[in-house]
């Protein structure tokens, strides 16, 4: 699956351009700072690779993409909740068809805004009136800013994350730090425990830390590298890590993909964000590298 080098069916730019795999359009992003590429279905960076650096976001071998499934790794979007808060799990703004809204380049990256707007089928599932636009900021770094608008007549209140999968080069040898004290274990249940300063994933990892920093840093040790997450409008920030037993159960991962993946998220958790009539609010994610 080299969704990189797919034949371009419309030019937008000089670094812009307009692939299709699958039935699937993918706005792909050849910049001489970042190379990246970004589903439409789903409003989704797939990929996110800064000039003369090894890939930052990670994306599943086995990722099954087409017009009808969520797609495993990259960013997905997790709106109007995250989790099995409702039904779909994780909402269903990653499993929608989003609209190119804006796109502009400079000598320092580019811009990509995609837009998604309530319809008949999204008010069967959440009975809302709602507009959506989410900004890929590409360069050096990454901004990924959600911004949700209540266009209807009365409030509502959302939850979410931008649920980022991260393409380190051995869960083994990484290490994460600013995470914070306090989280929720999800593979205990949900009961509330308190860490380190530092997590070694060495099993399966599912947490909601309540009380992260202002920077999460994951060390990839092997590649002499930090990536470092600073989130915006949160009030969570969720660590997964699915280990080999879940992988082995899922279609869309191979049995060994937990060696070089982590999420970690910026989520809205619990009773979520309330919006008045024609009130936003904004979640973003920024990634940077650093030297290890």
């Given at each position: 699956?080299?969704?990189?080098?797919?034949?371009?069916?419309?030019?937008?730019?000089?670094?812009?351009?307009?692939?299709?795999?699958?039935?699937?359009?993918?706005?792909?992003?050849?910049?001489?700072?970042?190379?990246?590429?970004?589903?439409?279905?789903?409003?989704?960076?797939?990929?996110?690779?800064?000039?003369?650096?090894?890939?930052?976001?990670?994306?599943?071998?086995?990722?099954?993409?087409?017009?009808?499934?969520?797609?495993?790794?990259?960013?997905?979007?997790?709106?109007?909740?995250?989790?099995?808060?409702?039904?779909?799990?994780?909402?269903?703004?990653?499993?929608?068809?989003?609209?190119?809204?804006?796109?502009?380049?400079?000598?320092?990256?580019?811009?990509?805004?995609?837009?998604?707007?309530?319809?008949?089928?999204?008010?069967?599932?959440?009975?809302?009136?709602?507009?959506?636009?989410?900004?890929?900021?590409?360069?050096?770094?990454?901004?990924?800013?959600?911004?949700?608008?209540?266009?209807?007549?009365?409030?509502?209140?959302?939850?979410?994350?931008?649920?980022?999968?991260?393409?380190?080069?051995?869960?083994?040898?990484?290490?994460?730090?600013?995470?914070?004290?306090?989280?929720?274990?999800?593979?205990?249940?949900?009961?509330?425990?308190?860490?380190?300063?530092a997590l070694l994933i060495t099993q399966e990892v599912d947490r909601v830390y309540t009380?992260?920093?202002?920077?999460?840093?994951?060390?990839?040790?092997?590649?002499?590298?930090?990536?470092?997450?600073?989130?915006?409008?949160?009030?969570?920030?969720?660590?997964?890590?699915?280990?080999?037993?879940?992988?082995?159960?899922?279609?869309?991962?191979?049995?060994?993909?937990?060696?070089?993946?982590?999420?970690?998220?910026?989520?809205?958790?619990?009773?979520?964000?309330?919006?008045?009539?024609?009130?936003?609010?904004?979640?973003?994610?920024?990634?940077?590298?650093?030297?290890?």
């Open positions: 699956m080299d969704l990189r080098n797919l034949p371009t069916i419309n030019a937008l730019s000089d670094a812009v351009t307009v692939c299709e795999y699958n039935g699937v359009k993918i706005i792909r992003v050849i910049h001489n700072t970042v190379e990246a590429g970004i589903s439409l279905h789903g409003g989704h960076l797939i990929w996110f690779k800064p000039a003369n650096q090894d890939d930052v976001i990670w994306l599943s071998e086995e990722a099954i993409i087409d017009p009808t499934k969520a797609i495993r790794g990259g960013i997905p979007v997790c709106w109007p909740w995250f989790g099995k808060a409702g039904t779909p799990s994780h909402g269903f703004a990653r499993n929608s068809q989003w609209a190119i809204k804006e796109h502009r380049e400079n000598e320092t990256g580019v811009i990509v805004a995609l837009s998604l707007q309530d319809s008949d089928a999204t008010r069967e599932i959440w009975p809302h009136k709602f507009e959506l636009t989410i900004t890929f900021e590409l360069g050096e770094s990454l901004k990924v800013s959600l911004t949700s608008t209540n266009t209807d007549d009365h409030a509502w209140s959302y939850g979410g994350a931008l649920h980022t999968y991260f393409d380190i080069a051995d869960i083994t040898k990484a290490h994460l730090t600013g995470m914070g004290a306090p989280y929720i274990d999800g593979v205990q249940g949900g009961v509330q425990a308190e860490g380190g300063n009380a992260p920093e202002a920077i999460i840093a994951i060390h990839d040790t092997p590649r002499q590298r930090q990536i470092l997450v600073e989130n915006q409008g949160h009030n969570a920030a969720v660590i997964w890590n699915p280990w080999q037993a879940l992988c082995e159960n899922m279609a869309d991962m191979a049995t060994n993909s937990f060696e070089t993946m982590v999420c970690v998220e910026s989520t809205i958790h619990g009773e979520g964000v309330t919006l008045a009539p024609n009130e936003s609010h904004t979640l973003s994610t920024t990634v940077s590298l650093a030297a290890e």
